[in-house]
């Protein structure tokens, strides 16, 4: 499987990078590649590998397949969209190609590589325990203020504690309730302007005719009702984050605005001609497909281009049950600590039916629930299934229980 378009040429000053966590395969292709390139560096993760692009020096990126931290597919999907002159070559470190020329035959095409990758490679040892133990050594604690061990949300600790540090746009994109706020203000907290400002834009509760005002603001007499001059959202956020929550639902009118504002680093003040210079960190999160918003003329492709530098994705409840239980947990002890009141825990049923319920409404539904069976439990031991209540449901489990107060 190979993801390029078309072949660059191979001369004394091209580079290559190489991506994977087998030190042994990557050897492997180095030594091949060797004498054709000017330079041929590996990393061991796709979190060194988006670094190391930043260089802007590199002509090619050999990708393994299997990386410890960062599913291959989406690590392509990102280098493609902000590194599009870099050609990628997917490779599998599972498969061996003992006495061949790589450079020779990736110049050949990509296809004939990956066919002469056919043969397993059983001088590596236990490759379950390998994977396993280079899994662990990439493991990543949570980011500030969030629960979860699963994969899905290592790959997200891992991408965000890599650009957090950053002064790179992020868009955050997840389905409602799944947690985009605590990204946004995790980023903050990790960068180095944490202890400036993190302002918040809900521009979906911003009435269209005061959007410039609120973003830019104004001055005394600007429009009516003017009363007195204010402080735009963004001049508030100099030196911080500036988090655009809903950022699909920008006014189409303000959008070249706001791309102008963004661009020039400046914003201007209704009712005046002053201009003033502004240094903000832009996070943006929406839940809806922005690109298909593009296409069909909604969203402006120049502020998408801009707000996307770097996407991170949020994966629903559903792809993460293993988070399920520790989250609800969490929210039940923190709920205990707010009242000084003991900490109920989950029934074994109680949890059966947490694990299987669809979670239509993410991770703030989980909270939703469980604060309700903390006040149904009325000092209770366990959380059963009668204190359980999901508004979109008509019973509860299978079992048919209904809920305490219906």
Not at 312 to 340: G, Q
Request: hydrophobic share 40%; proline share 5%.
């Amino acid at each position: 499987m190979c993801a390029m378009t078309a072949l660059p040429i191979i001369d004394d000053n091209s580079e290559a990078l190489i991506a994977s966590s087998s030190s042994v395969f990557g050897e492997q292709v180095q030594r091949r590649l060797t004498g054709r390139w000017r330079s041929v560096q590996q990393v061991l993760s796709g979190a060194e590998a988006l670094a190391k692009l930043e260089d802007g020096k590199w002509r090619v990126l050999f990708l393994d397949r299997r990386l410890p931290d960062l599913d291959s597919e989406e690590l392509s999907a990102i280098i493609r969209q902000r590194f599009p002159e870099i050609q990628l070559v997917l490779l599998d470190s599972e498969a061996a190609f003992p006495g061949q020329d790589v450079g020779k035959t990736w110049q050949q095409g990509p296809d004939s590589l990956i066919k002469g990758m056919a043969q397993k490679d059983r001088s590596s040892g236990s490759e379950e325990a390998t994977k396993e133990n280079e899994f662990e050594k990439y493991k990543c604690e949570p980011l500030p203020g969030m629960i979860g061990r699963s994969e899905a949300m290592q790959r997200v600790y891992r991408l965000a504690k890599l650009v957090a540090p950053r002064t790179s746009t992020v868009l955050i994109v997840g389905p409602t309730g799944s947690g985009k706020e605590l990204v946004a203000r995790a980023l903050h907290t990790l960068s180095p302007r944490a202890s400036r400002v993190f302002v918040v834009v809900n521009c979906a509760a911003i009435p269209e005719a005061l959007f410039e005002a609120e973003l830019f603001g104004h001055a005394r007499g600007a429009f009516t009702g003017a009363v007195q001059a204010r402080v735009g959202r963004i001049p508030s956020a100099h030196g911080g984050t500036l988090f655009l929550d809903e950022v699909s639902e920008l006014p189409f009118g303000m959008q070249a605005k706001l791309l102008r504002s963004l661009e020039q680093k400046e914003v201007q003040r209704l009712g005046t001609s002053e201009v003033t210079r502004v240094d903000v960190r832009v996070i943006a999160a929406t839940n809806v497909d922005l690109a298909g918003r593009v296409g069909r003329g909604e969203f402006r492709e120049d502020l998408f281009y801009r707000l996307s530098v770097f996407p991170l994705k949020l994966p629903p409840l559903t792809e993460r049950r293993i988070d399920i239980v520790p989250l609800a947990e969490h929210f039940l002890a923190y709920i205990a600590a707010a009242m000084n009141g003991p900490c109920p825990q989950l029934s074994t049923e109680a949890i059966r039916v947490l694990e299987a319920h669809p979670w239509k409404g993410n991770v703030r539904e989980l909270q939703h629930v469980m604060e309700r069976a903390s006040i149904l439990v009325q000092g209770g031991d366990a959380i059963l299934t009668e204190h359980l209540y999901f508004p979109f449901q008509n019973s509860l489990s299978q079992s048919g229980n209904r809920p305490l107060f219906i």
